[in-house]
């Protein structure tokens, strides 16, 4: 099971760091992901990170100022969002799964329940 945490309000040009917490690890749970939805649009992929090696992927929109990470002794990953947006607005997701092109696709096997990130003008 995962849940996340760490949504909450942020004015644009400010951060918030979003956490992931996994009960237990295993080869189901190789690959981590950051989703988010906005009202109105499809759910969109931010970035992945997987336990073994850290290997990290981000999506164009958040490249550079989005950071996911993860700390294996916690069994949680992380995402660091700075300089956040208006845009920015939605309920954040992470996702678990043991293959990244699955991740890639949206297809996960576990997902956390949502934090909502609101980010005001």
């Known amino acids: 099971q995962l849940q996340a945490s760490g949504g909450g309000l942020a004015q644009a040009g400010g951060s918030l760091r979003l956490s992931c917490a996994a009960s237990s690890r295993s080869v189901s749970t190789y690959v981590m992901g950051w989703f988010r939805q906005a009202p109105g649009k499809e759910r969109e992929l931010l970035a992945h990170?997987?336990?073994?090696?850290?290997?990290?992927f981000y999506a164009d929109s958040v490249k550079g100022r989005f950071t996911v990470s993860r700390d294996n002794a916690k069994n949680t990953v992380y995402l660091q969002m700075n300089n956040l947006k208006p845009e920015d607005t939605a309920v954040y997701y992470c996702?678990?799964?043991?293959?990244?092109?699955?991740?890639?696709?949206?297809?996960?096997?576990?997902w956390g329940q949502g934090t909502l990130v609101t980010v005001s003008s």
């Open positions: 996702a678990a799964d043991y293959s990244i092109a699955r991740i890639q696709r949206g297809i996960a096997s576990d």
């Open positions: 990170i997987t336990w073994s090696t850290g290997g990290t």
